[in-house]
């Protein structure tokens, strides 16, 4: 199952979701980050290492990059349950 932890910050923090979107599709780099979510790169990289103490995911890893673009969506998609509610997988269709 994917990991419920790079979801919570998404949902009360959309600006560090934009901010992990933007890095990756800026070619990570912080400069371009900045310039196209019209932030200081030390704002993009302040978002994306906020990003990381909420959610224990680096982006500069292809696991916490991963985690952190596809979590939000597959949150919105209902993949997530919450614990103890007895749904152990992710429902297929």
Do not use: C, I
């Not at 934009?18 to 790169?41: K, Y």
């Not at 290492?49 to 959610?55: A, D, I």
């Not at 990059?65 to 269709?93: D, I, K, Y």
């Amino acid at each position: 199952m994917f990991p419920q932890a790079a979801v919570g910050p998404a949902a009360s923090h959309p600006e560090l979701s934009l901010a992990v979107r933007g890095f990756a599709d800026n070619g990570f780099s912080l400069t371009a980050t900045g310039r196209a979510l019209h932030l200081h790169p030390d704002t993009a990289k302040y978002r994306l290492n906020r990003r990381w103490e909420l959610s224990g995911w680096d982006v500069h890893t292809w696991h916490g990059l991963a985690a952190s673009l596809l979590g939000p969506g597959l949150a919105q998609a209902g993949a997530f349950r919450p614990a103890g509610s007895g749904v152990e997988e992710v429902p297929t269709r």
